[in-house]
């Protein structure tokens, strides 16, 4: 395990927070996700689920830089609810941390 801490620690060190971690192992294993989902898993407010998505998306809203390993974007069955999924850079880096086991 912690060869896969490693790898996240790689992408821009003491830029991504376990919790941030946590969040992408978990959107990487539902495949497609939405805000609450990752709210109601976490315990966090909206707003908080908003800031980790955004800092692990290429969507820089409240950080300098973002991560770019998930893409959001509307719901088509809702299209005021937002949806999240692995980009292909986040897709790559979860193939990545299969191989570590």
């Known amino acids: 395990m912690a060869h896969a801490f490693e790898v996240f620690g790689a992408l821009d ?21 939405t805000y609450r989902k990752i709210e109601e898993k976490f315990a ?6 908003s800031r980790v998505v955004n800092s692990l998306s290429n969507a820089a809203r409240h950080r300098q830089t973002s991560l770019g390993l998930c893409d959001v974007y509307i719901d088509p069955e809702e299209g005021r609810r937002y949806r999240v999924k692995l980009s292909k850079k986040g897709k790559a880096l979860y193939r990545s941390l299969e191989a570590i086991k």
Not at 13 to 33: D, K, R, V
Not at 44 to 49: G, H, K, V, Y
């Open 13 to 33: 060190p003491g830029a991504l927070p376990l919790h941030h971690a946590q969040i992408f192992l978990f959107i990487a294993e539902e495949g497609s996700t």
């Open 44 to 49: 966090l407010s909206n707003a908080s689920a």
